[in-house]
């Protein structure tokens, strides 16, 4: 009898539950029963953190039918749509859930709630409307670094109090193709404490060449990192300010150079951490061996080895220590650098047949890393290929090949010296980037790198010490200060 009396809203609004269960349940890749178990948990943790309307009372169409102020399908009923934008934030936040996936969960939501964004993108509003910044020949577009802090810290508010929050900060070059000039310069962020955040994108500039002038390219960020390092950054939804902190500027040599302003790493003052002068040796800018005056901050800004500066970058109006908050890259430096060099080394003297070295033993190593390949599990996002492609090694192949593997393959391999030189690199490169260990045995790792460095003149000569090997000694002062 029931049946019989129910109305074609009531038939319409069941079918819409159903259509909604099947299209949740495929998009989480489950069975409807899994699905409801999920669905059942994921709501009582949101009610349980969120002061909205719960689920029944808006699921429950005979208690708001009567009701005039309420039309389910009504843009006015802002707690519904409120509460699926605020559940879909903290469900894309907390799980693995992709946005392909996410667009997939909020088509099913749409069937109950029409009003609510169709893509993800909508609900984290990651695509503000952007005015162009012409600068020089090229076009700049600030999406702003406020915004995204702001993003996160009324998010992370929900669930954890904090008053400080610490970023990253992240400028480099990318060509758009072999093919042409045109280049991308991509200004990138990510929070590291009170948790980590997703790497966001804080502006983008393009044109045919590097940006003229990195001040003009920088000064919206710059000013908004001034403004909210003086005042904090505020949330009028949570009436709280929180304080933020530049931890660091993460760049590369060439990138490094050219946001402050100071000649490149292949200049005969290069070196961003002392005040060594370099000398030209085959064609290449060497440094020598040995222990030089550190540069401080208060150095930096007075500009007092003048060949080390090309003029005054506008981070200086930051307080910030300009020496330690741009710290050397490991990727480039030691994965890219110093372990590609080594392994073109032994390439060239075995091809010459110096100090030891023939091709047997470049057929040994490659056969070895061969035989390496299908033990090598799943945790590392590459397996690393022979030496024959070394020139096209990326970073994680290099750093698998310098902490993994070549301790133990090159053991029976290379010379005695060049092996025990080998294992000091990879020692000292493991201690420094271990988790747990670095801080307590970075002097140990010190010791170890001026040691690699002594022990790789006498192997290789002093025409190979080149910017990315002088800079190893450097690397433990950056564990101690950040």
Known sequence: MQANNMTFYDVSENVRRRRATVNLSASLGCHRTTYNRRWNKMRATLMKKYDFLSFSEFANESTLKGSPEVD????????????????????????????????????????????????????????????????????????????????YVELWLRTTDFDSLHSYLNVDGLSMSKSSNQQLW????????????????????????????FNDFSADTISEIKEMTDVGLFSDKFNKC????????????????????????????????????????????????????????????????????????IMETLSINMIVTFTLDPMHMVYFGVTKKLANLWIDLARRRLRNFNSCAIRDINNLISGCLASTPSDFPRKCRTLDFVSAWKASECRLFLLYLGPVILEKTLPQPYYLNFRRLALSMYLLAHPKLHKSVVETAKIELLNFMNEYEWCYGCEHIVYNVHSLQHLPDDVTKL
Do not use: W
């Not at 409120?82 to 099913?108: E, K």
């Not at 962020?189 to 044109?207: A, K, N, Q």
């Not at 050219?258 to 005040?275: E, M």
């Open 186 to 213: 991509p200004m990138l962020g990510r929070i590291i404490s009170p948790r980590f955040s997703d790497v966001f994108l804080i502006g983008i500039y393009g044109e045919n060449s590097k940006p003229a002038e």
């Open 242 to 313: 929180i304080a933020i902190r530049l931890a660091a500027v993460i760049c590369d040599a060439p990138a490094r150079s050219s946001v402050r302003y100071t000649v490149n790493h292949n200049g005969k003052a290069g070196c961003d951490r002392c005040i060594v002068v370099g000398r030209r040796l085959e064609g290449k800018t060497t440094f020598p061996n040995g222990l030089y005056t550190l540069r401080t901050d208060d150095t930096f800004r007075r500009q007092t080895q003048s060949i080390h500066h090309q003029g005054h970058s």
């Open 72 to 151: 389910l399908c009504s843009h006015n009923f802002v707690n519904r749509k409120q509460l699926m934008n605020d559940f879909m934030m903290y469900l894309v936040s907390n799980t693995s859930l992709s946005i392909r996936d996410a667009d997939r969960v909020l088509y099913g939501l749409r069937f109950l709630i029409p009003d609510i964004p169709k893509s993800i993108r909508g609900v984290l509003k990651t695509c503000p409307s952007v005015q162009p910044k012409f600068i020089g020949s090229g076009v700049y577009y600030h999406l702003g670094l406020k915004t995204n802090l702001l993003r």
